[in-house]
């Protein structure tokens, strides 16, 4: 059975050791070349007291591990948070790969007794900062909106701009004017969307003009 | 500075004459969903399959400040799994290091039941990466961050100094769509200062940058947020980083010609190009880029003029860790 950690050189470390021994300012990690040196070595001229080099090196160094390990997968797993199917904002919008409309507020919630997960930002093909943006709601019937291959897609009305979720209450999500990346914009107006009608409108009811691109277009 | 020309037809035309050569084998990268040990020792092994040297990219999501945070360690990431776990820098170092056992029990040919891909180790160069995404005008793209990341990279590189097959490095997806320059610029130029680890750039262009807001576009593209100056500056301008851009389609090498070119006219300095990423695994992508296909478009765009002219070491390819992922499915799956 090889004894972990495999160390390819350890003439190097042992020579390591000693000028650590002499300088003992320089950090080296080679606590694991004086346990295994110690516990392997029939002669004397290779043994370092490896409690003189936990002395010595500084507390620091955390993640060397101090045992040894046989090869293969870890025995045990480090326990993380088992992943939940969390409701209300979602903590990011970030997606693998590339998404042809950028969003930084989800929501993910029931609605007529179905998951369904909603996206807000702007569409990616017009970048200059300068530029009125064009500002995006996208709708999913699942509570995954990156897997859904065709969401409804509703542009938010001309001059708008980029827009952020700021609430969900009932059938209406109120959105509210964002900066280029997403940032809250002082006195920036909102608007409702209703998820009753498909429409936006004023925060007074008055509906808004609402366009429906039909699919996501392809990355080229 | 200098002034930026659009050298587009010349090197249209240059490249009618020149031929790519074989592309590096394409590495596999990860878009990582979770911290999980055992996956990362099995990817990590199964890593090992290139006799040459390789880079991995292991993309552990956007910065943030940490929601469940051991004692001392309040920065971690997003992951990309589809319910947007967060993650600590500790948590994501300990994978790391799993990664590295798996790849070094790969490299000493010890069997793995638990895979079924085919070892054939060299040398891999590991990144661990981040990108510049703030949420809402509210993320951890900031200098405190940076330096997190870099005592993380630093703990991870002393990890692997026994094992040298293994180089640690960082990777910063930065992109102009994600933040403001400022925010980016201060954690990359905090990143360096902080750690003598290479720090990949595997971001994008985004749009053709532009020197001013009313500049003339080469390809029809609009401006992006941040200048091709800028670019340049995350790319290889910075001191300790180097470009190993996303090239997901047949915009992105041109862009990525004209960031270098910028660099050559304006400070007599090359680009460093490590290599390629693309976005598609397979062989037929449509409308994307394979990875022999991206890593050659690239090469021929930087070689058809000799003042960028290199042939970047590596190709690789990022795919998602596990199925639980937040990826966009696009056409070619």
Known sequence: MKIYPVVHKPWLCVASLVAVMLIASMVVSCDNAAQTTTASSTTGAAVVESTSVSTILPATVTHVQLSTRTPGPPPTDIPYPSPTLLLGMQASCQVAGYYPYLLRSCWRGTFNGELISVGAGRDRSVSDPNQTQLGVLIISQSPYLYYDHNPAIYYVPDGFGNVNIVSVSGTQITLAQAGYYGDPTPNGQTIIFDLATRQFQTVSGTPLPTSVPPTIPPHK | MGDYQDNSEAYDTLAENIAAPTAPLSSTSYFVTNTSLNTHYNDGYCAANNPSSSIVVLDYGQPVTATQQPIGNPYGTVLFDAHTTSTTTYAISNAVESFIYGYNDAYDRVPNPNVTCTINPGSATIAIGTSN?????????????????????????????????????????????????????????????????????????????????????????????????????????????????????????????????????????????????????????????????????????????????????????????????????????
């Open chain 2, 133 to 333: 995404l703030i949420q809402g005008g509210v993320g951890a793209v900031s200098p405190a961050h940076a330096r997190a990341w870099a005592n993380m990279v630093n703990d991870v590189r002393a990890f692997a100094t026994p094992y040298s097959e293994v180089t640690v490095a960082a990777g910063f997806d930065a992109e102009p769509d994600y933040s403001n320059y400022s925010s980016a610029q201060a954690w990359v130029k905090t990143f360096t200062l902080s750690s003598t680890a290479t720090l990949y750039n595997y971001g994008t262009v985004g749009a053709f940058p532009c020197t001013t807001a009313s500049e003339h576009l080469p390809h029809g593209l609009s401006c992006a947020g941040w200048t091709v100056d800028q670019v340049y500056q995350l790319s290889s301008g910075i001191t300790g980083t180097k470009a190993l851009p996303e090239i997901y389609a047949d915009t992105y090498p041109m862009d990525w010609y004209q960031v270098d070119r910028w660099g050559v006219q304006t400070y007599s300095k090359q680009m460093s190009f490590a290599g390629d990423m693309t976005g598609c695994p397979y062989a037929s992508c449509d409308p994307q880029y394979n990875p022999t296909d991206g890593w050659q478009t690239l090469w021929l765009e930087l070689n058809s003029d000799s003042a960028t002219s290199q042939n970047p070491p590596w190709s690789t390819t990022i795919v998602c860790m596990t199925s639980d992922c937040s990826v966009h499915l696009t056409t070619y799956s």
